[in-house]
């Protein structure tokens, strides 16, 4: 993605000891055709392999931003500095367990486009 071009999705994902899952929720994004997007994940103080593993994974990725906190202060708190860093139009949030299917990224997208004025979108499966 050329830096000029506006950043459409923020995917916002909080992890706490999520070793076990966040590799499949990042590969999950990161396979998506769509790529007008960023990746803000806020290690909220795990005491695991998770850091490790994402630093070692995408520390190359052009997509991924990792922001790690020494000690656990909750979901909210990881959200909340998750938006705080936020490039994109909009804000998507997954939890460290979820995975986005084949051209979600892109039917969100779509479905925006097609239905622009609204404030807040809810999409589940």
């Known amino acids: 993605m050329d830096q000029t071009e506006t950043t459409r999705f923020t995917l916002v994902i909080p992890v706490y000891n999520r070793s076990d899952c966040i590799l499949r929720c990042l590969n999950s994004i990161i396979s998506q055709d769509y790529k007008s ?11 695991d392999n998770t850091c490790n593993l994402i630093e070692n994974y995408y520390s190359l990725s052009k997509f991924v931003k990792l922001i790690h906190y020494k000690d656990n ?53």
């Open 73 to 125: 202060k909750g979901v909210n708190f990881a959200r909340n500095r998750g938006i705080e860093h936020t490039k994109g139009e909009y804000i998507i949030f997954l939890d460290s367990d979820d995975q986005l299917t084949n051209h979600a990224l892109s039917n969100i997208d779509s479905y925006i486009s097609q239905h622009p004025g609204y404030l807040h979108y809810l999409f589940l499966v």
């Open 37 to 47: 997007y960023e990746i803000i994940v806020i290690d909220d103080g795990s005491t």
